[in-house]
């Protein structure tokens, strides 16, 4: 976890605090009293952070909870108060009988931001607060597997972890992240992926063990490692240690394989619960479909309402339609990696947060499946997405993108 400490940025809010006072004749609630405000956006400067924990570490009389709302995490450590931002990414802190040079620190999922404040009036408004691209700021470490089927890295970009072109792909050299070629498609200055199971900077450990999060796209050329058993336990143990794997659609054997216990993905049912089951064998989705998801997850579905999206010609729409209250979802490919749910055992520990109803199988089948599924493994997470991003090459982001973005900081 990254703690940087932004005397700079602390000077600027020190400005802000000292002249606010005297623009504060507005809500009284927004700034002024004894309340200290502000939104937290992601590194773009637009998508707020939502359900993030905001607190001043430390103890004092006796902590408070100041809250807009109880979606986030307690603080990690012992705190004089704390709130959790909303889905618009505000927070409001309750700073009564709180002053002076104070850190405050926001925390999301990998994510940490610390800044020094001067607390030197009743309250004030911190204005936005956007989250570092770089690890020495803030951001965790990230790793990108490259697929042919999806480009997670796009997404990434799009929340300001790089640049993008006019087709809404990351501009190569831009990227905050380190890039791991899953499908010969990055030139060779770029590692293969499975130079991360190595230790090419002699710590004794793994490569990938350096990275808060490693995203393997959908279509590596690398499924073959999972039948390496020393490769498999790398991955649990990386997870296990704290690592974050997040994989869409056919890369779902980097989760079944390396954790059967988990998901119960479609056939393979003559299979016991905890061992993996046949590879490949749930990739039965019927293709280009489109699925009027439910989001289960309810900040991230009041997130969507307010985060713009586009449709795959780029015009703009609204995530969650205002009528139905569902998200369109495309882009399924044919064959694509169908989830039953969690193995009945772990019901309690594997969380839906989408699912649709959908066709898959031969013949045909029909009904309502997840659609994107995680799962606490040790101090680790592991999210499966059934669906993709690389639909279609736009600047904007589709509704499922703007899920994989939110999903990103869980
Ligand atoms: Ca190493
Ligand atoms: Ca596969
Ligand atoms: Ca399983
Ligand atoms: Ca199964």
């Not at 800044?115 to 770089?134: K, Y």
């Not at 990227?175 to 770029?190: M, V």
Request: hydrophobic share 35%.
């Amino acid at each position: 976890m990254k703690n940087l400490q932004f005397f700079g940025m602390g000077a600027l809010c020190a400005l802000v605090l000292s002249c606010s006072g005297n623009q504060s004749g507005g809500d009284p609630g927004q700034g002024g009293g004894n309340f200290l405000t502000g939104t937290f956006v992601a590194p773009d400067g637009q998508t707020p952070i939502a359900g993030a924990t905001v607190w001043i570490p430390g103890s004092g009389p006796s902590p408070v909870l100041s809250s807009l709302s109880s979606d986030c995490e307690s603080p990690p450590e012992s705190y004089r108060v704390f709130a959790c931002t909303g889905p618009d990414g505000t927070f409001r802190l309750n700073i009564q009988g709180i002053s002076g040079a104070v850190t405050l620190k926001l925390k999301k999922g990998a994510f940490m931001q610390t800044l020094n404040i001067d607390l030197n009036s009743g309250g004030s408004d911190l204005g936005q607060i956007t989250l570092g691209q770089d690890p020495s700021t803030g951001a965790p470490k990230m790793a990108v597997v490259t697929g042919n089927y999806d480009r997670m890295q796009d997404v990434l970009a799009k929340l300001g972890f790089g640049e993008i072109d006019s087709f809404g792909n990351l501009r190569l050299g831009t990227e905050r992240f380190d890039l791991y070629d899953g499908n010969s498609s990055l030139d060779p200055s770029y590692p293969d992926f499975d130079t991360i199971f190595n230790d090419g900077d002699g710590d004794s450990k793994p490569d990938i063990n350096n990275y808060d999060i490693v995203f393997i796209n959908c279509g590596t050329n690398y499924e073959f490692l999972l039948s390496d058993s020393s490769k498999v336990q790398i991955l649990r143990e990386y997870v296990q240690n704290g690592g974050r794997l997040y994989v869409t659609d056919l890369s779902y054997d980097f989760v079944e394989q390396v954790f059967p216990e988990f998901i119960d993905f479609y056939l393979s049912d003559s299979t016991p619960e905890a061992d993996p089951e046949t590879m490949n064998e749930a990739q039965q989705g019927s293709g280009s479909i489109t699925t009027e998801a439910d989001i289960k997850d309810n900040m991230m579905k009041e997130w969507l309402k307010i985060v713009s999206c586009v449709d795959t010609m780029d015009n703009p729409v609204d995530c969650v339609n205002p009528s139905t209250g569902k998200v369109d979802i495309e882009g399924f490919l044919p064959g694509w990696a169908v989830m039953n749910g969690s193995h009945p055992s772990k019901a309690s520990e594997v969380k839906i947060w989408v699912e649709g109803p959908v066709e898959f199988g031969y013949p045909i089948d029909s009904g309502i499946k997840p659609l994107t599924a995680s799962f606490p493994f040790g101090s680790g997470k592991v999210l499966f997405t059934s669906y993709h991003t690389e639909a279609a090459n736009i600047t904007g982001l589709l509704p499922q993108e703007r899920i994989l973005q939110y999903l990103v900081f869980f």
